[in-house]
């Protein structure tokens, strides 16, 4: 694809529940980026993956919240036993490489998020 | 810990004209990413700018300019010759590493015909 889709767009779910929000990135990235926006704020890192491994999940507000990247391509961010506060729009992001400080910037080009709704 | 803020919710512009949004940050590194994305009502964060602290020189693309004040931890975005399709939410960032990112609260932008 041409840029970095996400699935589903939106999503109502019960408190206690369990979803999984997907993100399909741009072909040939290998770093992919979870955040979480709520409502009148700005984005909130979550966790970032370097290929398969998980480079920096220090974002992740609790043990509920879980991502994998399988393949290195696409990823599912997993959340259980989901709460209200859980409500707020998820966004994935993919860059070509990631950086490490000093050797260069690439860019992250973002998804259209998926809006979680927990009641 | 690296905070962001931008202590103007909304702002507006008459088309053509200049409009300058305001951020400021706070950070103990020395080296670091500054940059401003576009968020429409489509929610896709799109990258407007963006500014290596180690450089001294102002960025600029196009329209859209930045005044970075490393000593001062300023980044203001000026808009010059606003257009109606640059009606947004403006959020400032900042990334230590150019990975983890730290967002702004943003600026509601609106432009007037």
């Known amino acids: 694809g041409a840029g970095v889709s996400q699935t589903p767009s939106n999503k109502v779910t019960e408190k206690g529940k369990y979803v999984e929000l997907r993100c399909d990135p741009i072909s040939g990235h290998t770093a992919l980026y979870w955040y979480r926006q709520s409502l009148g704020q700005g984005p909130e890192f979550l966790i970032y993956?370097?290929?398969?491994?998980?480079?920096?999940d220090s974002g992740l507000p609790n043990d509920r919240f879980f991502a994998v990247r399988p393949e290195g391509s696409v990823s599912t961010l997993k959340i259980q036993r989901t709460e209200r506060g859980d409500s707020a729009v998820y966004l994935c992001a993919s860059s070509s490489t990631g950086t490490s400080g000093g050797a260069g910037y690439n860019e992250q080009f973002f998804g259209p998020g998926t809006r979680l709704t927990v009641l | 810990a690296q905070t962001v803020t931008q202590s103007q919710p909304e702002m507006s512009v008459q088309e053509a004209e200049t409009v300058t949004l305001s951020c400021t940050y706070d950070t103990s590194e020395s080296d670091y990413y500054l940059f401003w994305y576009k968020q429409p009502p489509s929610r896709q964060m799109i990258l407007v700018i963006r500014?290596?602290?180690?450089?001294?020189q102002n960025a600029t693309e196009n329209r859209f300019s930045v005044n970075f004040q490393k000593a001062a931890k300023s980044f203001s975005l000026k808009i010059s010759d606003s257009q109606l399709g640059d009606a947004a939410m403006y959020f400032c960032a900042y990334s230590p590493t150019g990975n983890q990112f730290y967002f702004g609260t943003g600026t509601s932008l609106t432009v007037i015909p």
């Open positions: 500014q290596e602290a180690y450089k001294q």
């Open positions: 993956f370097q290929g398969t491994g998980a480079a920096d």
